[in-house]
């Protein structure tokens, strides 16, 4: 039998439960779990945040695992599979390759069959979930191994932060030079610290808190910290403009969760410049701007990121692999937690007591 | 002498006033105005709305004349210019192309320096701007010749309507066969419902009024128009969602100058769509959104749009002299005033009254 | 029992052999044809000159038919489809939607696992091409209803010319008011001479012959024609910077087949501008250039623009609908074939006595 | 007065000649040189290889010096500028920002206006070279101070292959996790190779030659070196393949001068991929390639670079100065030599027997 943490409902107690190894399907593959990760989307989970979760469900979207069986899988890049292998995997499963979104639109991520292991796919179909000793990939999940110059451990110290920080730094079209103001510290922010660098950023400023996850921006590279708790927004726009002969910031990329940050963010970055929106990931209320001053006169572009695909969790391991010399990644992971520390890992995650934490089962 | 309209200060009585003919310096021409325009952008000054006005000025930026001196000048495309020549100017003057907008982010319409004739010159320093019989323009401004399939009344009933949408519409980034929302449908909406069929769009909704302007929108191409005086934005939601398989524009273009149109703009507009907000001139007030749902996890992607520069004016030349045949471009001018009916013609264009009105010296 | 038409090998007459009505899988239709297209593509393939096809095929790659058989299927929108009414599909079967070129790259039109109706899908595998009486969907074909406004003949009589078109013009960017100028008369180069005009272009040259397509050219709006048979490469540079200020053209198209047209294509383009090539489709030889005059020092951007996916046949549908009013789409097809008549359509078509040629079974 | 060295004609011996200090214009700057470049095109220059120069010259057109006064001269940022203050400034003079190429086509590159520093100015109108002890700067220079963690030596280690290399690799639209190939190990192809690590390529592949070019390029990065000298072209596309799955180069960078490079460059890059021609600067003849194979299947995007702007530069100093603790900059320069070795200098340099020589008067 094969152990696993199921999340029964909203705000209800995590359970550990056992399951059945499953059968594999032509082309499924059977993980065996190194680690998974917690990150805010299970924490949103838990307090009941997200429309559309099956329940009960195993958590766990980002993960990397050992290969225990394969059916005749195949990785992205075409290769057949074999036992041993460590992987990782696009949490994304069932894009159709059909629809409107995903062949008129190229907008993959906006595919309605689109679902997610360990937020959309219930633990009543299976191990479909990272917060488990073993996981089952189906047919056609995509699967990219991790490069012997990655340890694991790194990998997961980028956790769904690095795909989606890429997605975001990729819209934001940084060019050599810009100066690149950051908001928000926790790890998608961190890691688009970080990707600023690797597009060559003039500076990076990362604007957030608390003073655990500035000292990580710091070490991660960051040019300048601002500490929310000690700014007021115009404290943060003067700082702002100071470093940028009174312009603001040619890009700025907006990781909060909060809504009052976005027409701050506006505020922060040039005229003409670029502002990426990439951390309003639940519905937790509205904002006010001003559409004249803040958007048209400055002749601002605005670009909503949501969602990663293939591509991006590709590249973040290519990109983890080559510069994993010159960003000390684990140093992202506060804490690893077993199976049955799993609730607190979640307390801890939503308390943001902890920049990364792992379940390693 | 030469004869010209003067607004002395915001509210004051337009003035009709004498002006000497200037001396034309090296590279400087005077022009016999054949027509200049009265925009929203006048009544906007004659109400005081506009920060950085150099009252007293001679209103009208977007003009076009015979020469009837020129001093050595030459056009955008480098030939000398010659007497008689019916041409039209960018109006705006003094572009540096040194400072750090104009070099380093090519963002020319964020040049500290650039000036507009009829807007931010000074009738104390001369004839610079288009209600008068002359004007004249000083070296380095901007001149294109009206090729002659180009009736200069139709490139006039573009007027500053033609490049500013243009400017937008190429921000919008259309594809074959889009769905185009425009909402609002004076002159700068109107041209954007041509312009986004001259980009292959496959529908065209303009949503605005009043009937007056409708019906223009049908003659000029609209493939439905909604009357914003019927309906609620929900059932103009509604509309476009009917008329989208349920998904909403490809591409919005706003042209309103109303705050609360951005936000339901935004929601008009599918996932992963674009959105462009070329209406909001002056600052009349906030709006309010959802971070969330209207930005972020529509993956939306939202463009200010300010400001036209020369290659604006050029090609809105180009494409007004190529597509004369197809769209009855003088059909947007409702009436010609002289220069002592100045003051009806900004009253008229004020209370929406007009489709487009010329002073006509 | 079903009629249709196979080419046996290269080089030997077509026959008309018949086939079973075939079971319909899941999401599977069966389609009556109305018509399929005879294009360049067919000649090659009688010829021998592409590699990979698995003779003997049933020819034909774009076609329009009845639903007369479905067991499920949706179009493109979603919507489930319905027998009589009246379709068109992509030609390409079996993106896989997983390798890197699909996922990483974002580049269908070079995933390994395509196969294209009509090309490279055997006659033993079933109809699965387009000059037979019946045409077999299998389960994932792209399948897009004509709208009512566009009639079936209007367009076939694009055919895979539009979708092409409009793949070249889309990468080409055409700016509004530039001049484009289209080497090539044949429907791939008539299509696109439209699409730029549906761009805005300020104007639109077609370099080619016979006079036959010439005319066609002009009666499709274009605003000069040059025939290749009268001019010399130096006449034809000096005809188009005569017609723009001597700088030549912004954006050039080629969709000739002749590798001599590439290097004459890039001198024809002005500096900094841009250069699509469509028409090499098959191996026919080299080219020469100069690379620090043809290339680096003119800063020219040279696309080449290979296949085509669900997108751009669905805009195609979308713009020939929309648009139908304004371009007589039917004027391009020459003549009409039953299917006992395909070997001298196919003879035609080589010889290049017809612009658009169908099989209407 | 202040001693310089004139180059004469093409193929004469260097002389060094005294000028007089000159009168400064409003706006205008004399720079005392702290040093400044010998690079390839001097070389180009002594050979009489470049058209339309204006011999006699004072060569040396990227240059760093301190300013020795200043009448009214302001920076890029708009900063007016101090005695004692170490700049550099863009070797391009005199882009006339009225053309249509400065204003219509946004590519001020091919202004006709533009004159180059040290090549196209001549030593009879001044000291508008770098091999000078003082420099002329003209009004209208664009001047960029060196901040202070940039050492005038750091950035002349770049030299005008910088900001050259910084436009091929901003026009090389790379992508994270991309396989980098650069063609060319001299000034240019060094600094793309480390430019491209500043975008996050996954791995950067150095083709080029002499070894003490090839072990510069691993020091500064590579992944990969293949000499030429010992490869034929062939095996270059073994070697890349194996290192790309098969696949070749995402992109691929050209700074070889060579003709024959520019078809193996399109041969080394995959299917759907990016080539950026930077290298063939002089016309030394033409070359072959296969339109079907190597472009049009390919669906390649090919571009080639011509020069820079301020925007170069000014970002070439963020991105130096920023990541100057992570390159050692300095250790591109081979030797400096005086006024009086300016002839060695220049042989040094034709023969590739330095990669990076300054002139320190």
Redesign the interface.
Known sequence: MIRGVVMPAPQAPLELREFERPALEPGAVLLETLASEVCGTDAHLWKGQLAGVPYPIIPGHVSVGRIAETNGARD????ALRDGQIVTFLDVYG?C???????????T??CPERKVYGVTLSSEDGLLGGWAEHIHLKP?V?IIPLPEELDWRAFMAGGCGMPTA?HA??LAEI???DTVVVQGAGPVGLCAAV?A???????VIVIGGPAIRLEAARRFGA?AVIDIAETTPEERLERVRERT?G?GA?VTIEATGV?SA?PEGMRLT???GRYV?????????????????D?????????????S???HV??????M???AA?FEWTDLITREYGLDEAQEALEDVAAQRVVKALIVP
Do not use: E, I
């Open positions: 992205v890049d075409g290769n894009t390759g059909r629809c409107w979104y995903c062949t008129v639109a190229h907008a991520t906006r056609g995509h890429l730094v990729t060019a050599f030079g990707l660098q690797l597009r060559g950023a003039g500076q040019d002969g312009r040619d809504p976005v040039r005229d003409a929106v990439v951390g309003q990931y639940t519905d937790v209320g509205t904002a006010t701007f001003n559409p004249h001053l958007l048209n006169q400055k002749h601002l572009d605005v670009r909503g990121c949501w969602g695909d293939v591509g590709y590249r973040s391991v290519r990109v692999a080559r510069y010159q």
